[in-house]
């Protein structure tokens, strides 16, 4: 079946410090990955998105790069802000059906 | 952002009372989505819709029905309900998995049930 695994939080940072955010999938086919943003009190929003092997999604300083040997898809910023201070879902798409799959979340709480 | 408006926003109801959300979408997408989000839960999927009048279940769609009778309009009903369904509700919208589209989400619908 499919399935998203994703990193337990909750994940404290101080400003502009690394962050990794582990995110493991399994599903058949080849399916596509994305990257979710939850703010406190909206919807979720899409980060960033990769459709095959070795794609790297990127956007606002955020990357991630869909690494089919290693079934991941890693969250990755190299400087952190206070304003990252979020919810990141990692979620995949196979390409059989049209379900989406969400991991359960990781928080995110960047202190300056 | 993709036009998707949910309502109502915010709802506080009686356990045994009828509940109906609506969600609406201005950007002709074929699927739609209707989530649960709880604690320690994520998100989790209770029916969506692949086109008027089809419609599936997802994992946790007990004590929940959806019609859709037009494109842009996706109701979730709850019959009668309970405690356990205190929850914030999101829609989603989709152009399908041969698209390799994202979902977009709405704000959500905070619902509690007393």
């Known amino acids: 079946g499919n399935s998203v695994t994703q990193m337990e939080g909750p994940v404290t940072l101080s400003e502009e410090a690394f962050l990794t955010i582990n995110c493991t999938y399994t599903a058949t086919g080849y399916p596509s990955l994305f990257w979710y943003v939850q703010y406190p009190g909206e919807g979720l929003q899409l980060l960033l998105k990769a459709t095959k092997a070795d794609d790297k999604g990127s956007n606002k300083g955020f990357e991630a790069t869909y690494r089919k040997e290693t079934t991941s898809f890693h969250l990755e910023k190299g400087s952190v802000q206070v304003s990252d201070s979020a919810v990141y879902f990692c979620?995949?798409?196979?390409?059989?059906?049209?379900?989406?799959?969400f991991g359960t979340g990781t928080s995110l709480t960047v202190i300056p | 952002d993709a036009g998707i408006t949910q309502s109502p926003r915010h709802k506080v109801t009686e356990t045994g009372t009828p509940v109906t959300l609506r969600c609406h979408q201005t950007e002709n997408h074929r699927y739609m989505y209707w989530y649960r989000q709880d604690p320690g839960h994520g998100l989790r999927l209770i029916h969506y819709s692949y086109g008027v009048k089809d419609t599936d279940k997802g994992e946790v769609s007990d004590g929940y029905s959806v019609s859709r009778s037009k494109t842009e309009d996706f109701l979730l009903t709850l019959e009668s309900a309970t405690s356990s369904q205190t929850s914030v509700y999101f829609c989603?919208?989709?152009?399908?998995?041969?698209?390799?589209?994202?979902?977009?989400f709405g704000d959500g619908t905070r619902l509690s049930i007393l």
């Open positions: 989603a919208i989709s152009g399908g998995a041969l698209s390799n589209q994202p979902q977009h």
């Open positions: 979620a995949l798409l196979a390409n059989t059906g049209n379900q989406f799959y």
